[in-house]
């Protein structure tokens, strides 16, 4: 259960990491001086191209988005578990 937990932790902590750096990254200064260097003429022109550029960001946000949706079904899962254990009894 705890290594399921964990790879489920991993794996949401990768999509909100990847999502934020594709979503960021191809706006950057450093994409221009990363893609100048293919030699490819027409992958190069497709790369710098905003068109390219959006491919990269779309594929962001789809990894934040499930990254989102991980968390907050351990969020839930979490507060399911917390919900089932029985009231304490108090005494009046």
Known sequence: M????FIT???TAYCIEVGTFFVLW???GGWDHLWLQVSWPMLR???LHPAGRSLFTAFGIV???WGAHDL???VQRWLDRGRS???PITED
Do not use: E, G, K
């Not at 705890?2 to 937990?5: A, I, Y």
């Open 2 to 5: 705890r290594t399921n937990l």
């Open 9 to 11: 932790l991993l794996f």
């Open 72 to 74: 907050d079904l351990l």
């Open 26 to 28: 191809p706006w950057r």
């Open 85 to 87: 254990l029985p009231a």
């Open 63 to 65: 990894h934040l988005v």
């Open 45 to 47: 022109h497709f790369l």
